[in-house]
């Protein structure tokens, strides 16, 4: 089986436009928010005072190449196709191999545009004659390869917030299998929409903070939410070791393992004893020690208490346990791209041998979580994902080491 390594990682979000802005950022423990309009006829019927916006979105250097994409394509694809741009920019590509694959995670079409068009057509009986392209998930991925000329295996996955680790996951399973060199993979989300819909669909859920400040507390009393964000695109390069050293490649990260399973138990709920999430970490795991753990983290009821159990089962105390981080709490939880972000933070995490900090309330006792950012030996660190459904996937990278 060939070996696997991350070379290029391009994040797009406001708390930063490059991965080393993103990290950077995270370990001040900063984070870009934005209150509800009070003027939005929706907004009387949320809760929620902010919310994390939509990073802006600007052509820069790859404006030619976009051309195309932002005329007949989907907020979600055309930051799909920059992130990818940008990403093989980072790997020192000037363009990918023509094999090269392609998975993007997106668990919506875009909110805004799908909205915008619903809305013209009810009061003008006009329509964008681009709106089935443009609302069509599969799009997101399909415009990635358009631009970037790939002709390797393709697809959008949308495993609800599982989505991107998976996307990263199926890049890794290929290469290491031996069918392309080359896989860009991350995810891609957009959800702006004016009547604040999904808002309020979590909020429903119970799922999303009603916090004045717009504070969550993973692994603590006081959680009650994730921090809603509007999305956001951010997409790896993965490409197999040799592929990689013949050019040059500075190597983030080895990427040694993938797994994912389903809970087959509800639509919404993780299991409450998290019994397959745990065979699935352990399977991926093995004997290896773990230095850090950058958990699903969502902060909600549910979510924390599982995976606090998961962890106590498989590392021990608190002693024992690698460092663990939530990174959601200043990111915003951006659904199906969530896990790409954060692999992106696990690679730098290895990169820096540093582990941001978090924002906690009255933390549970008995996880090696911390609200300081600290310095640390990483050489292994294990990223994982949660969704809706009962999806479940986790990754682990290591130091390259030759």
Not at 60 to 67: E, S
Not at 284 to 298: A, P, Q, R
Request: a negative charge; charged letters at 25%.
């Amino acid at each position: 089986m060939n070996r696997v390594v991350i070379t290029g990682m391009a994040p797009i979000c406001p708390l930063g436009n490059t991965h080393e802005e993103l990290f950077k950022n995270l370990c001040e423990g900063k984070r870009v928010l934005q209150r509800i309009d009070k003027n939005n006829a929706a907004r009387s019927k949320i809760r929620a005072e902010w919310l994390v916006p939509y990073p802006e979105l600007e052509d820069g250097k790859f404006a030619d190449r976009l051309l195309q994409v932002k005329a007949r394509g989907s907020t979600s694809a055309y930051a799909a196709v920059k992130a990818s741009l940008l990403a093989l920019e980072d790997a020192g590509l000037e363009k990918a191999d023509e094999d090269t694959m392609v998975f993007v995670g997106s668990d919506s079409f875009s909110m805004k545009e799908y909205t915008n068009e619903i809305t013209r057509f009810e009061t003008e009986q006009k329509m964008n004659i681009m709106t089935v392209p443009i609302t069509m998930q599969s799009s997101v991925d399909s415009w990635v390869t358009i631009v970037l000329g790939t002709h390797g295996r393709s697809s959008v996955l949308n495993m609800a917030c599982a989505s991107a680790t998976t996307a990263v996951g199926w890049g890794y399973d290929n290469i290491r299998a031996g069918r392309c060199k080359m896989a860009l993979c991350g995810g891609s989300t957009c959800i702006t929409d004016k009547n604040l819909t999904m808002n309020k669909g979590f909020e429903y859920l119970k799922c999303s903070t009603t916090d004045k400040d717009g504070n969550v507390y993973p692994f603590s009393e006081e959680r009650c939410g994730f921090l809603f964000s509007e999305g956001g695109a951010c997409m790896l390069v993965v490409e197999e070791l040799e592929h990689a050293l013949a050019r040059g490649a500075e190597i983030y990260a080895e990427i040694t393992g993938f797994e994912s399973s389903s809970d087959a138990y509800s639509i919404l709920s993780m299991h409450k004893d998290g019994h397959v999430i745990e065979a699935m970490l352990r399977k991926l795991i093995g004997d290896k020690k773990v230095d850090y753990y950058n958990s699903h983290g969502t902060a909600t009821l549910l979510n924390d208490e599982v995976e606090r159990t998961v962890l106590k089962n498989i590392f021990g105390s608190k002693e024992e346990q690698p460092a663990i981080s939530a990174t959601k709490a200043f990111l915003g939880h951006t659904l199906a791209t969530s896990g790409a972000f954060e692999l992106s933070v696990c690679a730098d995490s290895i990169r820096h041998n540093k582990v941001h900090g978090n924002m906690l309330g009255t933390v549970f006792n008995d996880i090696n979580i911390t609200s300081e950012t600290r310095e640390l030996q990483v050489d292994t660190a294990v990223s994982a994902s949660f969704g809706f459904g009962g999806f479940n996937s986790a990754i682990m990278l290591e130091r390259f080491k030759g």
